[in-house]
Nanobody, 121 residues
């Protein structure tokens, strides 16, 4: 069993910043890619940022230059620094991790419970 716990969401004015954190715990042998997704009301869940175990990152154009993903492999934690926030960034943000578990010894995707980010204009 693997658990992802997110923190750092909240309400911020347009142009402001927030930093999200997501800590993974449980039966972890290693973590491959980690990422952040978001889902706004009435929209599909979309990728916001991803980082491989080696540190390579990927962002969609909508957040490139404003958001930065990073990870601390020793702490099994991934971060998302969000700057120059816009009202259209308002969504529930979900952490995702591709984990090789000790038990049952498989590779699976795990999700956090989500954290609300609201950007006011």
């Amino acid at each position: 069993q693997v658990h992802l716990v997110e923190s750092g969401g909240g309400l911020v004015q347009a142009g402001g910043s927030l930093r999200l954190s997501c800590a993974a715990s449980g039966s972890i042998f290693s973590i491959n890619a980690m990422g952040w997704y978001r889902q706004a009301p009435g929209k599909q869940r979309e990728l916001v940022a991803a980082v491989t175990s080696g540190g390579s990152t990927n962002y969609p154009d909508s957040v490139k230059g404003r958001f930065t993903i990073s990870r601390d492999n020793a702490k099994n934690t991934v971060y998302l620094q969000m700057n120059s926030l816009k009202p259209e960034d308002t969504a529930v943000y979900y952490c995702n991790a591709n984990v090789w578990t000790v038990v049952p010894g498989t590779v699976d995707d795990y999700w956090g419970q989500g954290t609300q980010v609201t950007v006011s204009s």
